[in-house]
């Protein structure tokens, strides 16, 4: 089983900073790349950054310089600094990784996490 828990989000001002883990677990052999996406009510599931074990990074043009993901390969780790944060950035955040398991790629998703961005 593979499990992808994620935790740190809540509600913040305008403005305000939150960060984001999701820590992956279970069998499996190695985790290529991680990131996280984001849905709003009534928009579809967008891409908010991705690492990849390496190290590269990218990101949606919507979050260029207020957001930062980051990993932490040794403990199958993935964050999300979201700086200066705006209404428009609230969402249900979702991890996802990206697991080779029994010789094969595959995406895994967490159950998401509820940021709300609001005075």
């Known amino acids: 089983q593979v499990q992808l828990v994620e935790s740190g989000g809540g509600l913040v001002q305008p403005g305000g900073s939150l960060r984001l883990s999701c820590a992956a677990s279970?069998?499996?052999?190695?985790?290529?790349?991680m990131g996280w996406y984001r849905q709003a009510p009534g928009k579809q599931r967008e891409l908010v950054a991705t690492t990849t074990s390496g190290g590269s990074t990218n990101y949606a043009d919507s979050v260029k310089g207020r957001f930062t993901i980051s990993g932490d390969n040794a403990k199958n780790t993935v964050y999300l600094q979201m700086n200066s944060l705006k209404p428009e950035d609230t969402a249900v955040y979702y991890c996802k990784a990206e697991m080779t398991r029994f010789g094969r790629e595959r995406g895994y998703w967490g159950q998401g996490t509820q940021v709300t961005v609001s005075s």
């Open positions: 279970g069998t499996f052999f190695s985790i290529n790349a």
